[in-house]
């Protein structure tokens, strides 16, 4: 009765650790430019979400056109979530990491919005900005972001960021103000019901070289991670350990009986 027992348990252990170092996934996800995932790099650790990868977006390869409307910018990337349902109160989370070898005057630019399913801003969740000092979060000259963050102090983290999205320009560094902020929490609660999706972008401001970008990880509503099955599926690999560890379990009641 005890191997049984026994054998229960690390049953049960191997359930609990199943999604343990997964990483994100974009399935669902679209966007214009440059876009993808990605493990620690450079001076980007791996997220505090704890995923063994994370998104990033990057202007290096981004398109022309893909600036928020009324602010502008050369050329850049944005990628968007599957539409998710939300009620109002609950709390939309995310990590994000800025990342620029621009500086001084080229003031470079990432942001999050909240869309509703007709694309349509709900709310500007935050900006980010190069600048010589002071906070990078939230930009300076944009509008106001709506979402809280953590910690609230997010000066850049200085010198030319190593970071494979920045192409050509990862290790290298145009005047004050390159560098990164690390990860920063955001959290936003939802005023009303409906179906959303969440928007991450970046953009060079004045020109089209020494690049930035952002990397994600963590986007959750109510706890649920954005675009998974509120009861999703048991990997494969899972299947199959549990698949083994029951029929070892039939086994030894069978053998048991025979005594």
């Known amino acids: ?17 199943a999604t343990v170092g997964s990483a994100i996934s974009l399935d669902g996800w679209t966007g214009v430019g440059n876009y993808g995932t990605l493990g620690a790099d450079g ?3 791996l997220s505090p979400w704890g995923d063994a990868e994370y998104g990033y977006i990057s202007t290096s390869g981004g398109v022309v056109g893909a600036d928020i409307a009324g602010i502008g910018g ?11 349902s939300a009620n109002a109160g609950d709390e939309l989370r995310f990590f994000f990491n800025y990342v620029t070898s621009d500086g001084a005057g080229y003031a470079d630019y990432a942001w999050a919005r909240l869309l509703d399913d007709m694309l349509n801003e709900v ?3 935050f900006t980010a900005r190069t600048t010589p000092g002071g906070d990078t ?10 979402v809280t963050l953590e910690p609230e102090s ?12 920045l192409g050509s320009y990862s290790g290298r560094c145009w005047s004050t103000g390159c560098g990164y902020t690390g990860w920063i929490g955001a959290s ?6 409906g179906n959303y999706i969440l928007q991450l ?35 494969p690999a899972t299947l199959l350990l549990l698949g083994s560890g029951l029929a070892g379990l039939a086994l030894y009641r069978r053998r048991s009986m025979n005594k």
């Open 1 to 17: 009765m005890k191997n049984v027992r026994a054998l229960l348990l690390c049953l049960l252990l191997v359930l609990s650790f």
């Open 43 to 45: 001076v980007v650790t």
């Open 74 to 84: 050369t050329n850049g990337s944005w990628i968007q979530s599957p539409t998710f």
């Open 123 to 125: 709310a500007l969740l």
């Open 137 to 146: 979060v939230p930009g300076f000259d944009m509008p106001a972001p709506s």
């Open 154 to 165: 997010t000066p850049i983290i200085p010198g030319a960021p190593v970071w494979s999205p």
């Open 188 to 193: 936003y609660e939802v005023a009303s019901a």
């Open 201 to 235: 972008g970046v953009m060079n401001w004045a020109d089209q070289i020494y690049d930035s970008g952002l990397a994600f990880d963590g986007a959750t509503i109510a706890g649920t991670v954005i675009g998974d099955d509120p009861s999703p599926v048991p990997e």
